[in-house]
């Protein structure tokens, strides 16, 4: 049995409440940061103007609000989690790496920290799954019942 497989297994028998609970706040989160990324159309046309790549920023701006939008839903309800985890990271790791390229791991910017910290949740959540209180993990009930 491999690693993920094991905490999977560990999780299902424990039923960790709180995971469960930050899972949902994780998905909350995510889904109102796409509100106020959709919402601030002013800095998202300013992203725009200052790319070299214009076709491809508003491309990207659709992509990560469509992300947001929709993943922060899917994990707050605990359907297709991982899949919509997937769709978040590299948005995640866009904002720490990328986005604020100035600043450092050891930086105090409230904003910086809170891009990192999320994406460290998402990365926890992509690996223990969706947990006892998801919707997947009623299909996996269902699934089994009618075997």
Same mark, same amino acid.
């Given at each position: 049995?491999?690693?993920v497989q094991q905490v999977d297994q560990w999780q299902h028998e424990h039923h960790p *409440? +709180?995971?469960? *609970?930050?899972?949902m706040v994780l998905g +909350?989160? $995510?889904?109102y940061k796409g509100l106020t990324f959709i919402a601030d159309t002013s800095g998202l046309a300013? $992203?725009?103007q200052n790319s070299q790549f214009q076709f491809v920023a508003l491309g990207l701006a659709h992509y990560v609000a469509f992300a947001h939008l929709v993943g922060g839903l899917l994990i707050a309800l605990g359907l297709i989690t991982r899949v919509a985890i997937a769709f978040q990271i590299p948005v995640l790791v866009g904002a720490v790496f990328f986005f604020n390229p100035g600043q450092g791991f050891f930086s105090v910017d409230p904003q910086f920290a809170l891009s990192l910290f999320t994406l460290l949740a998402l990365i926890f959540f992509f690996v223990g799954g969706s947990g006892y209180y998801s919707v997947d993990h009623k299909f996996k009930m269902n699934e089994r019942r009618m075997k």
């Open positions: 049995m491999n690693w *409440a +709180l995971y469960d *609970a930050g899972r +909350l989160f $995510i889904f300013q $992203i725009i």
